[in-house]
């Protein structure tokens, strides 16, 4: 008989009750998200609004009906004392719970009209009691208890940790989270990268080395034939990465030195379920996971993926 997520948080014998709760209630969100985005053409809910998030990006009307969705404090189940969300200036606080969420509501959403894949992707960290403030939630991505995503393609899946391997879910006819995955597993070399190929101006010499030897093929020092692969969805990207093996590269360049991408709500949370796979996950030098936020909205540059090409990468960044 199939291993179902309810069977198999429950079969976590030294994970905390409020924990299990919180997850379950994530697969519920990520369900009703991915039903919200498989129908958002019927609904006429694609397209952008007339309005910016923090970030000084176009809002999709998707990214704030997802945002909605997750900051309904009763889907928490009293277990979740505060929320961040990529798409909010501020945190959000509820009066008890045993965790702190941040999450991506729509990973990739310019995807959304061309039905390209796109996902929420979450991390959870434990809450202090009492009153919270900015402070407790600007803590490394190390102290993560769980992260995962939910990717909505050719078919739902949910992907997690725990802090012990990578496991992953697809929901059955019936909307039951069946376990599809037992164990994801990063293969320690590749020869497939993605990146966006037409910042090759912008990156720094290491990157421009690296990415330039991967294209050179057989004929160049690496003496191999390289894919490249980019969806403009990290969720895409990073799901192959976990399946088959490859390394992702969102690097910070000459345009902007920190980086592009959310620490706090997508390198933290891919950073460690790459890392539970047998991947690294760095800003290029340094582990991602040990970078100390200063602030919710953090960007960072991100490498990720097979473990020996990523430390070519900061091989080739130090030099």
């Not at 910016?52 to 979740?80: S, T």
């Not at 039951?176 to 293969?187: C, F, G, N, R, Y």
Request: net charge negative; aromatic share 8%; charged share 20%.
């Amino acid at each position: 008989m199939p291993m179902t997520l309810t069977a198999f948080l429950e079969g976590q014998s030294d994970l905390p009750q409020s924990l299990k709760t919180l997850i379950a209630a994530m697969a519920d969100t990520c369900a009703l998200i991915g039903r919200t985005v498989n129908l958002s053409a019927v609904n006429d809910l694609q397209g952008a609004l007339e309005q910016e998030n923090v970030q000084g990006e176009v809002q999709k009307q998707l990214d704030v009906i997802a945002n909605d969705i997750m900051l309904e404090e009763a889907r928490w189940k009293g277990v979740v004392h505060g929320l961040a969300s990529e798409e909010m200036d501020d945190y959000v606080a509820f009066d008890r719970g045993d965790y702190l969420l941040f999450f991506d509501p729509i990973d990739g959403s310019s995807n959304v009209d061309v039905n390209g894949v796109v996902g929420t992707i979450f991390s959870v960290l434990p809450a202090p009691k009492g009153d919270l403030s900015l402070s407790d939630f600007l803590r490394p991505g190390r102290d993560q208890v769980a992260a995962g995503y939910a990717a909505y393609g050719p078919q739902t899946i949910l992907v997690l940790t725990l802090g012990k391997g990578v496991v992953a879910f697809t929901p059955d006819t019936n909307g039951v989270w069946i376990q599809t995955k037992t164990a994801m597993t990063v293969p320690a070399a590749t020869r497939e990268f993605a990146i966006n190929m037409s910042n090759h101006r912008h990156w720094f010499p290491g990157i421009q080395r690296y990415i330039d030897e991967c294209v050179a093929g057989k004929d160049g020092p690496r003496g191999a034939d390289f894919n490249m692969r980019w969806l403009a969805s990290m969720v895409g990207d990073v799901h192959r990465i976990l399946t088959r093996g490859g390394i992702f590269m969102y690097p910070g360049d000459t345009k902007r030195a920190e980086g592009k991408l959310r620490l706090m709500y997508e390198a933290n949370p891919i950073g460690f379920l790459i890392e539970q796979a047998g991947g690294k996950a760095t800003n290029g030098t340094t582990r991602i996971l040990d970078l100390q936020p200063t602030g919710l909205h953090q960007r960072t540059g991100v490498v990720l993926g097979s473990a020996e090409e990523v430390e070519r990468v900061a091989e080739y960044l130090n030099g």
